[in-house]
């Protein structure tokens, strides 16, 4: 069966340092991933998906960039982080079916 | 850029009543899912609903697709604290990449 982890679960770092947040899939190949910003328990704004290793889509800019440098690993990152950069961060994954979210990282930008 | 609103954002209310949820959008859409996402976890898959007009049921949930398949409803029986959560719509244009527009959800809360 397929499943996907996220990590860390929750994190608080102080505005202007560096970001990492990591997901991986497994159980599956080639799947589409993607990194979901959620603002106080409302809906779901798209930030970057993947069709494939190294092809990245943003889809608003702002101060974060996505890599997938394997197949089933997807990197949500920042060089300096913005207090505006706090929420909840969700990686999903599907392969021409519905998304299957891991379980977030709460980020705490202080 | 399409749009899925949701309403009502919020509802309280006691075990055993009933409740309806509404996803409306002036966009089309190939198919249409509701997800329920419980606080500190990601949002659950719960149904998927691909015809104009189709309905699921799942236990005490209904699910409704609207005709012009621009719109659909939950609707919950005899709600019951589990049901407490926050329930997005999310619709999937075919000919946008495949890619989900997520509603702003419903925060639910079902009181003892």
């Known amino acids: 069966s397929q499943t996907i982890h996220q990590w860390p679960a929750t994190l608080v770092q102080p505005v202007g340092s560096p970001l990492s947040l990591e997901c991986t899939v497994e159980?599956?190949?080639?799947?589409?991933l993607y990194w979901y910003r959620q603002a106080a328990g409302r809906g779901l704004q798209l930030l970057f998906y993947?069709?494939?290793?190294?092809?990245i889509s943003s889809e608003v800019p702002q101060n974060l960039s996505a890599s997938r440098p394997q197949d089933r690993q997807f990197i949500l990152s920042s060089k300096k982080l913005l207090l505006s950069d706090s929420g909840f961060y969700l990686c999903?994954?599907?392969?021409?079916?519905?998304?299957?979210f891991g379980n977030g990282t709460r980020l705490t930008v202080t | 850029t399409q749009l899925l609103e949701q309403s009502p954002q919020f509802l309280s209310i006691q075990e055993g009543e009933n409740l309806t949820v509404y996803c409306n959008s002036s966009?089309?859409?190939?198919?249409l899912q509701w997800y329920r996402q419980e606080p500190g976890e990601g949002p659950v898959l719960l149904v998927t609903?691909?015809?104009?007009?189709e309905v699921k049921k799942l236990k005490r949930l209904t699910f409704q697709f609207g005709d012009a398949r621009k719109d659909s409803s939950l609707h919950i029986t005899a709600a019951q604290p589990g049901d407490t959560g926050l329930y997005l719509c999310?619709?999937?244009?075919?000919?946008?990449?495949?890619?989900?527009?997520f509603g702003g959800g419903t925060r639910l809360m079902v009181k003892p």
């Open positions: 159980g599956t190949s080639n799947p589409n």
């Open positions: 609903v691909v015809t104009g007009g």
């Open positions: 999903a994954w599907s392969v021409e079916g519905p998304l299957h």
């Open positions: 966009s089309v859409f190939s198919s």
């Open positions: 999310a619709g999937l244009t075919s000919n946008a990449g495949n890619m989900l527009t």
């Open positions: 993947s069709v494939g290793i190294g092809q």
